[in-house]
């Protein structure tokens, strides 16, 4: 599912990253849809790695912003997608089946007109200001919107809101048990304003190589859909979360390795230490 | 390539005519929910604009050291805009909600809400202070100005050379106060406004999308309610708060500092914003 990385004389281009992410994440999402046309849950897994793909894209867009000096520090830039996605993936979620086209183009309307804001008003001047706000607020909405399938295995506002709970063997619609409900969102929102912007931050500087950083927001994103995998085991039928928390287990330590090898390739030199170290032999 | 050569951008003047786009634009979204929506919805519409220009004024006053405050080269607190503004305006929110669970007089809500923002900002000065002058062994110091504006103390000599100031010196410990106090009143504001939106309209919505004919009691909504208010309302302040970090950018010491003559940008920045916002978080029942 992920874009191939390989190093190439100054990596791939910016353009490159955003359409795969939009795509392989839009594609994602509405791949869980097929929950609702075939009646089964198995398909929620899709989301999250939907919200994966937009994070490797975001954190791209991130460098590209970040690297003109915005003076703020980079967790910023991770906040403010969450901020703008959250509202236009609500909207959205009113939509039905349109809606990951809906909240792509709403947070596109905000993006925009907050890159106008911070561009002109706020005087930052930066060329890539208006284009990267953009970016970050679909990312953001994406993100929201990919955790938000997987773990409700839909992404209609009705399904968000009502959840179930079983009394005597029956079960009832409960509005308190859901997604919204329960504030869940809350915790997703964080996951992912924090996945989106620490690749970067982490791996910034003067040794910044991009296949490194993409795996390290593979990484992150595999991790965030774990921890969203298991607060889905109160949302989706147990065996769907099952699936979702193996594909984000394997996700994660593929990723995970890739890292250190790629960190062990940029490194200077590194001293394999040991988490516990072997006991000294000898008298 | 590298974000650490970079030279931060942004200058001191306002640019008229981004100035006056920005708020046709913010009038032109009030038309659309003067048309579109019920009176109440507009209302909320200005609270929420009120709001938001509120946690944009109030960001200018917090001491924002960043990394060069964590290595004692610059004065204020060592984080980012971004992350000090959310703790505020979340503590306050809060504090806010807890209030309007037992009274619905708005100025008791608001005020509660400012004093969580405050109290949350004065105890995070306070141990800033703490551990700057027991921990890390400096005196607190501003670089920006010769004396306290407020307690008259003079400054320069307790400045290390090659920094531009350290610490926390006692006016910019009243502007994190004040900070949160108009943060917190700035989020709780927002929260309470699209709460009551969503108290109102929020059962006939789900009514008609969940196609049930039984009709849902209002007192189960209420959590959705008060997921959706305060969602939108932590959304409208990271975004406002990082639109105060970008007017900011970098550090600034507090309402002494010269970087504080940027405020009417933030406030006409966060209107509009706000506004945009705000819209979108009421047309989900509105529509």
Same mark, same amino acid.
């Given at each position: 599912?992920? %874009?191939?990385?390989?190093?190439?004389?100054?990596?791939?281009?910016?353009?490159?990253?955003?359409?795969?992410?939009?795509?392989?994440?839009? %594609?994602?999402?509405?791949? @869980?849809?097929?929950?609702?046309? @075939?009646?089964?849950?198995?398909?929620?897994?899709?989301?999250?790695?939907?919200?994966?793909?937009?994070?490797?894209?975001?954190?791209?867009?991130?460098?590209?912003?970040?690297?003109?000096?915005?003076?703020?520090?980079?967790?910023?830039?991770?906040?403010?997608?969450?901020?703008?996605?959250?509202?236009?993936?609500?909207?959205?979620?009113?939509?039905?089946?349109? @809606?990951?086209?809906?909240?792509v183009v709403v947070a596109a309307i905000i993006g925009a007109i907050l890159g106008y804001l911070s561009n002109n008003v706020l005087a930052m001047h930066i060329p890539v200001m208006i284009k990267s706000l953009t970016e970050l607020a679909i990312v953001g909405a994406l993100t929201l919107l990919g955790f938000t399938?997987?773990?409700?295995?839909?992404?209609?506002? +009705?399904?968000?809101?009502?959840?179930?709970?079983?009394?005597?063997?029956?079960?009832?619609?409960?509005?308190? +048990? +859901?997604?919204?409900?329960?504030?869940?969102?809350?915790?997703v929102f964080m996951l992912a304003a924090i996945a989106i912007q620490h690749p970067f931050n982490a791996c910034l500087g003067p040794n910044w190589k991009q296949d490194r950083m993409l795996m390290l927001s593979y990484e992150v994103g595999f991790l965030s859909m774990l921890a969203a995998a298991i607060m889905s085991l109160a949302l989706i039928s147990i065996g769907a979360a099952l699936l979702s928390i193996i594909v984000a287990l394997i996700g994660w330590w593929y990723t995970y390795n890739q890292y250190l090898v790629l960190s062990k390739r940029d490194a200077a030199a590194w001293l394999d230490a040991k988490p516990f170290p072997e006991e000294a032999e000898g008298p | 390539m590298s974000a650490v050569g970079a030279k931060?951008?942004?200058?001191?003047? /306002?640019?008229?005519?981004?100035?006056?786009?920005? /708020?046709v634009l913010m009038i032109v979204m009030l038309a659309i929910m003067y048309m579109i929506g019920t009176p109440m919805a507009f209302m909320a519409l200005i609270g929420i604009v009120i709001g938001g220009v509120l946690i944009g004024f109030g960001v200018?006053?917090?001491?924002?050291?960043?990394?060069?405050?964590?290595?004692?080269? !610059?004065?204020?607190?060592?984080?980012?805009? !971004?992350?000090? #503004?959310?703790? #505020?305006?979340?503590?306050?929110?809060? &504090? &806010?909600?807890? #209030?309007?669970?037992?009274?619905?007089?708005?100025?008791? /809500?608001v005020i509660t809400g400012a004093v969580g923002g405050g109290l949350m900002m004065a105890i995070t000065c306070l141990f800033v202070n703490f551990i700057y002058v027991y921990g890390m062994g400096i005196p607190a110091a501003s670089g920006k100005v010769k004396k306290d504006p407020i307690t008259g103390d003079t400054q320069t000599e307790y400045k290390s050379q090659g920094t531009e100031g350290h610490g926390l010196p006692f006016v910019s410990y009243v502007g994190g106060v004040i900070g949160g106090l108009f943060g917190g009143a700035g989020g709780t504001l927002i929260y309470i406004m699209l709460l009551d939106v969503y108290e109102e309209s929020l059962p006939a919505m789900m009514q008609a999308q969940s196609g049930q004919l039984l009709p849902i009691p209002a007192a189960q909504i209420m959590p959705i309610a008060v997921t959706l208010a305060g969602m939108f309302a932590i959304g409208l302040f990271l975004v406002n708060a990082v639109l105060a970090a970008y007017n900011i950018t970098g550090t600034i010491e507090g309402p002494h500092d010269p970087k504080f003559k940027r405020w009417p940008r933030a406030v006409i920045a966060s209107a509009t914003a706000s506004a945009l916002v705000g819209l979108v978080a009421i047309m989900i029942v509105a529509l």
């Amino acid at each position: 599912m992920t %874009v191939k990385v390989e190093v190439i004389e100054g990596g791939i281009p910016h353009n490159k990253i955003m359409a795969a992410g939009l795509i392989i994440s839009l %594609v994602c999402i509405y791949l @869980t849809w097929l929950n609702v046309l @075939t009646g089964t849950p198995w398909f929620a897994f899709f989301g999250g790695l939907g919200a994966v793909a937009a994070i490797a894209w975001g954190s791209h867009t991130i460098k590209t912003l970040c690297s003109y000096g915005i003076g703020t520090g980079v967790p910023s830039a991770g906040m403010i997608a969450l901020g703008s996605g959250v509202v236009a993936m609500l909207l959205a979620t009113r939509y039905g089946v349109a @809606t990951p086209i809906v909240a792509v183009v709403v947070a596109a309307i905000i993006g925009a007109i907050l890159g106008y804001l911070s561009n002109n008003v706020l005087a930052m001047h930066i060329p890539v200001m208006i284009k990267s706000l953009t970016e970050l607020a679909i990312v953001g909405a994406l993100t929201l919107l990919g955790f938000t399938a997987m773990m409700t295995g839909n992404f209609t506002f +009705s399904a968000l809101a009502t959840g179930q709970v079983m009394f005597l063997g029956f079960a009832l619609p409960s509005y308190v +048990s +859901s997604y919204l409900g329960g504030a869940l969102i809350a915790t997703v929102f964080m996951l992912a304003a924090i996945a989106i912007q620490h690749p970067f931050n982490a791996c910034l500087g003067p040794n910044w190589k991009q296949d490194r950083m993409l795996m390290l927001s593979y990484e992150v994103g595999f991790l965030s859909m774990l921890a969203a995998a298991i607060m889905s085991l109160a949302l989706i039928s147990i065996g769907a979360a099952l699936l979702s928390i193996i594909v984000a287990l394997i996700g994660w330590w593929y990723t995970y390795n890739q890292y250190l090898v790629l960190s062990k390739r940029d490194a200077a030199a590194w001293l394999d230490a040991k988490p516990f170290p072997e006991e000294a032999e000898g008298p | 390539m590298s974000a650490v050569g970079a030279k931060p951008g942004g200058s001191a003047g /306002i640019d008229p005519v981004a100035s006056v786009v920005a /708020i046709v634009l913010m009038i032109v979204m009030l038309a659309i929910m003067y048309m579109i929506g019920t009176p109440m919805a507009f209302m909320a519409l200005i609270g929420i604009v009120i709001g938001g220009v509120l946690i944009g004024f109030g960001v200018m006053f917090v001491p924002v050291g960043g990394a060069p405050a964590a290595m004692g080269q !610059a004065p204020g607190i060592a984080t980012g805009v !971004a992350m000090l #503004a959310a703790g #505020a305006g979340l503590a306050g929110l809060f &504090g &806010g909600a807890w #209030a309007a669970q037992t009274t619905s007089n708005l100025l008791v /809500i608001v005020i509660t809400g400012a004093v969580g923002g405050g109290l949350m900002m004065a105890i995070t000065c306070l141990f800033v202070n703490f551990i700057y002058v027991y921990g890390m062994g400096i005196p607190a110091a501003s670089g920006k100005v010769k004396k306290d504006p407020i307690t008259g103390d003079t400054q320069t000599e307790y400045k290390s050379q090659g920094t531009e100031g350290h610490g926390l010196p006692f006016v910019s410990y009243v502007g994190g106060v004040i900070g949160g106090l108009f943060g917190g009143a700035g989020g709780t504001l927002i929260y309470i406004m699209l709460l009551d939106v969503y108290e109102e309209s929020l059962p006939a919505m789900m009514q008609a999308q969940s196609g049930q004919l039984l009709p849902i009691p209002a007192a189960q909504i209420m959590p959705i309610a008060v997921t959706l208010a305060g969602m939108f309302a932590i959304g409208l302040f990271l975004v406002n708060a990082v639109l105060a970090a970008y007017n900011i950018t970098g550090t600034i010491e507090g309402p002494h500092d010269p970087k504080f003559k940027r405020w009417p940008r933030a406030v006409i920045a966060s209107a509009t914003a706000s506004a945009l916002v705000g819209l979108v978080a009421i047309m989900i029942v509105a529509l």
